[in-house]
């Protein structure tokens, strides 16, 4: 299973993530691009879930169509303190979420 980090994730989050093959939008070459090239981009090279904090990407994206999951975090602010207390919920999800799917993670 390939995850994809998000430009507004914070790259140290790849290290929570050690038991996923996880790449960044820069480690793949992919910085600015627009999300529904990201989108296909993805499923070009066979990434199954992005992670990011973009909470309007659900709906602006045919994310079903795009044949990805999505895994949105969402705190106070796209900080790395602030986003790692939300990294063992997707580390639970992961496993079981299915392309088109998106499921928001946050501190309640």
Do not use: H
């Not at 705190?75 to 919920?89: C, G, H, V």
């Amino acid at each position: 299973m390939r995850i994809l980090l998000d430009e507004c994730v914070p790259r140290p989050l790849k290290r929570e993530l050690k038991d996923y093959e996880v790449c960044t939008v820069v480690e793949m070459g992919w910085s600015g691009k627009k999300n529904g090239e990201l989108l296909q981009l993805m499923k070009q090279q066979s990434f199954s879930i992005l992670l990011t904090t973009d909470q309007n990407l659900r709906y602006q994206q045919n994310l079903e169509q795009a044949g990805v999951a999505v895994i949105v975090l969402i705190a106070s602010k796209n900080r790395l303190p602030d986003l790692m207390p939300l990294i063992p919920e997707p580390q639970k999800v992961i496993n079981g979420i299915v392309p088109g799917e998106v499921i928001e993670v946050g501190l309640s």
